[in-house]
Every structure is written in C-alpha cells, then in structure tokens.
C-alpha cells in the first residue's frame, strides 16, 4: 500500500531531489577537473540529500512508527557524514593552512556526538501523529539543539563560498558560487529555525517556503553548470 506524502514532508522530498542532483552533478564534475572543492561540494550535497528523502521517502511506503523511526535514524546519520564533509569544506574555504583541521571538526564532532546520543535516549519517548494531511515527529528538544549546532556548518559555508566569489573574475563560475553560496547559506538558517523553535517537525509555513527556495536556486545552480560545459 502506498501512501500521499504528508504535506509537511513534502518540502524535505524537493529539497533532497535538488540536493542529491546537485552533489551527482558535483561528484561528476570533480571526475573532469578533480577539484577538492567541487569534490567536496558534491560529496556534501550527495550526502545530504540522501538523508533528507530518507527523512521523507519513506512515508509514501510505510506509517509504521517503528520503521519510521529506523529511517530517520539512517537520515541522522547521513546528516552527521554531511555535516563531517562540511567541517573540511569551512576548514578548506577558510582556514585551509592556518589551523590545524581539528580545530573546526573537533565542534562538529560533539555535536554529532551530542545529537546521536540524545536521539537514542529518547528515541522510545518520540511518537509520530498523523493528523490532517501532516505528521508530527518531533526531535528529541536536547537532540534538536545539537543539530541546530551541527547545522551552523551551512551558514559558515555559505558565507565563505559568497566571500570566495567576490574574487573570481570568471562570470559564470562566480554566479555558479554565489547560487551555491547563497543556497547553502539560506538552507542553514531556515533548518536551524525550525530546529531551535520547531524540533525539526517542520510543521511552520516559514521553514516550509524555505527549502522550497533552497531548493529552486539549487536547480537554476544545476543548469547553470550544465550550460557551463555546452558553452
């Protein structure tokens, strides 16, 4: 039996296809010109968007709660490797040869430390509500503020990928940066909001037009790299 996406999970379903697209795109890519940022873009966004249709995905199969909570765990953990990647993206966009790489994963790692150990504890507490149309599955409120932290990676990495394309004289290649800049920099507030005020429900309209944008100006990035090697 299959069931309608419930509405709210809807906006993880688009944002993780744009995702996913894009770090393929990226990955291939990093197999032309074997570039460790494209490789590291790709590598991220794959990751990520593996994890946010395993946040979404499953509810077209299942409402089993059990094996909703096992998706989500698997979704977790593709989120925390994201969020490792993440770390070497900020370290190689800002700091690549001034500090030592620890110093920007040491953060990460106790938060994805922080984040799976709350999620287990309190995993048997959480229970899934489908009501009109929607599902509510909260984040433990302790795990949803390590991943609010875990989620700063975004941010960072937006606003250096935007600082890097001020320099690049190439047109294309500095509006391909600033798309993913600014991408990666919106996706970061908008997932931290709903996960600080939300406990990553993301049952508000706010975070819900959110990854909608996200995921549109991923798109236009996609086909802004396409036309790149057509041209």
Known sequence: MLYALPVNVIPFF??????????????????????PLIFYFGVSAALGGVSALMYSVPFIFTHDVTALKIT????????????LVMARLIWYLGFNKKIAFGWVLTPYLIAIIGAFVASIVYLPTIHYEFIDNT???????????????????????????LRSARVVQISKQRIRLYLIGSAFLLGGIFVIANFLFFQGSNTN?????????????LFIGIFVIARKKQN
Request: hydrophobic letters at 60%.
């Open 135 to 161: 599902v509510l599955y909260p984040v433990p409120l302790v795990a949803s503020w390590f991943f609010a932290a875990m989620s700063s990676a975004y941010v960072f990495v937006g606003l250096l990928t």
């Open 205 to 217: 309209v706010l975070s819900t037009i959110g990854y909608i944008i996200v995921a549109i100006i």
């Open 14 to 35: 688009v944002l993780g296809l744009s995702i996913l697209l894009f770090g393929i795109r990226g990955i291939y890519l990093y197999t032309k010109q074997k570039t």
């Open 72 to 83: 989500t765990l698997i979704g977790d953990l593709f989120y925390f490797a994201t969020t």
